[in-house]
């Protein structure tokens, strides 16, 4: 350290002027053979108080800040103010790439290399340089950096690291704002606020009223108010919906995603609140479409379609394999086992007369019940309206049985029909079941429209 040389006065310069500087020794007790050791975090400035990011497909983000830098030096007394022998320098930041800092060192070095080098005329002893430093690089890199105020970043993992800074900058501008918490009405710095995850809105909650007001909520099982309270509320109306794959999204999607949660509840709370979310919404589905889900038959958990004509499930809880109809094992498309449900009259109806194949209502309607299901079902109902229209025509032999609904044909003998599949007796002519220990009772009760007709409309009595 030359005689010149000004360093203890610099450092208690510096030390006054940031007050944010690290120093690992002691000012005054600094010698010639000192290695001296300290840590400047800066923030770089802009060039024009703003700087744009961009990335192909990506959102172009803007930065009024550039945070995150530490400036890490190491000074030899007793060749300072020397740049190239009296100061080492090390630059940490979070969003430089080595390109970047190696811009900075090589401007740094042509900047202060002459005025610092003895061997140069510019040379002056008690150059500032250790300030000049701290200076270039908190207000001036940027212009080295970013000449045009844009960076065009060459990879997604370079646009990310800008995203993180730009979050960074965003958190501490909050945490030193005062909010207003709506719970409990009280006014807080941003640092004991969070935001949350509105759309389109900023609204803010203190962190003991988010945890005290939700778990509350949860644990209530009033998961249609785990939602912002500032933000208007708007209940998921199924019936306006024309595609079951945006109906099923919009229904399982929550107004505070599962994930919000997980720094801020305990873990049992946040999967109480996933478990009771995703079974009143089932529920509800369930009510408005009767094919979009059920409850697995082995662990109970909800399950729900992703095509409603489909009637394999998997289960994600136990990945158990079933079937919709039946409950039992998946025994393929093939084995027909029956229908759960079945579509009221009026709707199947309403599917039919709906002639134009893109209408809304049509929509809905396939929407609620699926496109197949509705298929099979309107062709079984036309099937049952034809085969109606049968029975019901003069001169007709054909019957229902009373128990089983199965059409029975008469091609011999009396009124007394038998049905084949289930064996219930009825009559003929009226469709009513007939007692059993006495079948011929009923044709011969003068108080029956029957009574007498045990052989009417018989082949081969047409003359008695």
């Given at each position: 350290?030359?005689?010149?040389?000004?360093?203890?006065?610099?450092?208690?310069?510096?030390?006054?002027?940031?007050?944010?500087?690290?120093?690992?020794?002691?000012?005054?007790?600094?010698?010639?053979?000192?290695?001296?050791?300290?840590?400047?975090?800066?923030?770089?400035?802009?060039?024009?108080?703003?700087?744009?990011?961009?990335?192909?497909?990506?959102?172009?983000?803007?930065?009024?800040?550039?945070?995150?830098?530490?400036?890490?030096?190491?000074?030899?007394?007793?060749?300072?103010?020397?740049?190239e022998h009296g100061v080492k320098i090390a630059i940490n930041s979070s969003w430089m790439s080595k390109e970047d800092k190696s811009l900075i060192i090589d401007a740094i070095n042509k900047e202060f290399g002459d005025m610092t080098n003895p061997m140069s005329e510019l040379f002056e002893a008690t150059t500032p340089v250790l300030m000049l430093l701290f200076d270039f690089l908190i207000n001036d890199a940027s212009k080295i950096l970013f000449s045009k105020d844009s960076r065009h970043c060459k990879t997604q993992q370079e646009y990310d690291t800008f995203k993180d800074l730009l979050d960074l900058v965003n958190k501490k501008e909050k945490d030193r704002k005062n909010f207003d918490c709506c719970i409990c009405m009280e006014t807080k710095k941003g640092v004991k606020m969070i935001k949350l995850p509105c759309s389109n809105e900023e609204h803010y909650l203190c962190t003991d009223c988010i945890k005290s007001y939700y778990t509350t909520m949860i644990n209530e099982g009033q998961i249609n108010n785990v939602r912002c309270p500032e933000?208007?509320?708007?209940?998921?109306?199924?019936?306006?919906?024309?595609?079951?794959?945006?109906?099923?999204?919009?229904?399982?999607?929550?107004?505070?995603?599962?994930?919000?949660?997980?720094?801020?509840?305990?873990?049992?709370?946040?999967?109480?609140?996933?478990?009771?979310?995703?079974?009143?919404?089932?529920?509800?589905l369930s009510k408005y479409s009767p094919y979009a889900c059920c409850t697995c038959p082995r662990c109970e958990k909800w399950c729900i379609k992703d095509n409603l004509d489909d009637t394999m499930i998997e289960c994600t809880n136990c990945n158990f394999t079933f079937c919709f109809d039946c409950l039992h094992s998946?025994?393929?498309?093939?084995?027909?086992?029956?229908?759960?449900?079945?579509?009221?009259?009026?709707?199947?109806?309403?599917?039919?007369?709906?002639?134009?194949?893109?209408?809304?209502?049509?929509?809905?309607?396939?929407?609620?019940?699926?496109?197949r299901i509705l298929t099979l079902a309107v062709s079984d109902f036309m099937a049952e309206k034809l085969l109606e229209i049968a029975i019901n025509t003069e001169g007709s032999d054909l019957q229902r049985c009373p128990k089983c609904r199965c059409v029975v044909q008469r091609s011999e003998g009396?009124?007394?029909?038998?049905?084949?599949?289930?064996?219930?007796?009825?009559?003929?002519?009226?469709?009513?079941?007939?007692?059993?220990?006495?079948?011929?009772?009923?044709?011969?009760?003068?108080?029956?429209?029957?009574?007498?007709?045990?052989?009417?409309?018989?082949?081969?009595?047409?003359?008695?």
């Open positions: 350290m030359t005689e010149e040389s000004n360093l203890k006065e610099d450092l208690q310069v510096l030390k006054y002027m940031y007050h944010e500087l690290q120093l690992f020794f002691d000012i005054e007790s600094i010698s010639d053979k000192t290695v001296l050791r300290g840590k400047l975090p800066f923030e770089m400035y802009l060039h024009n108080d703003h700087l744009s990011i961009q990335c192909d497909d990506c959102e172009e983000l803007t930065l009024t800040k550039l945070p995150d830098n530490v400036l890490s030096f190491l000074i030899i007394p007793d060749f300072y103010p020397s740049i933000c208007e509320y708007h209940e998921t109306k199924l019936e306006t919906y024309q595609n079951f794959a945006k109906m099923k999204k919009a229904l399982l999607t929550p107004s505070i995603p599962f994930e919000f949660f997980d720094d801020i509840l305990p873990e049992k709370i946040c999967q109480r609140y996933k478990d009771l979310f995703y079974s009143q919404r089932a529920v509800k998946w025994h393929g498309y093939n084995n027909i086992c029956g229908r759960k449900v079945s579509i009221p009259e009026g709707i199947l109806e309403e599917y039919i007369d709906e002639t134009e194949e893109n209408s809304n209502r049509r929509k809905e309607i396939e929407t609620k019940y699926g496109k009396c009124n007394r029909m038998k049905c084949e599949v289930c064996s219930t007796m009825f009559c003929y002519l009226c469709g009513v079941s007939l007692i059993v220990d006495d079948c011929y009772k009923h044709f011969r009760d003068p108080s029956l429209p029957c009574y007498g007709r045990l052989f009417e409309g018989m082949p081969g009595t047409e003359d008695l």
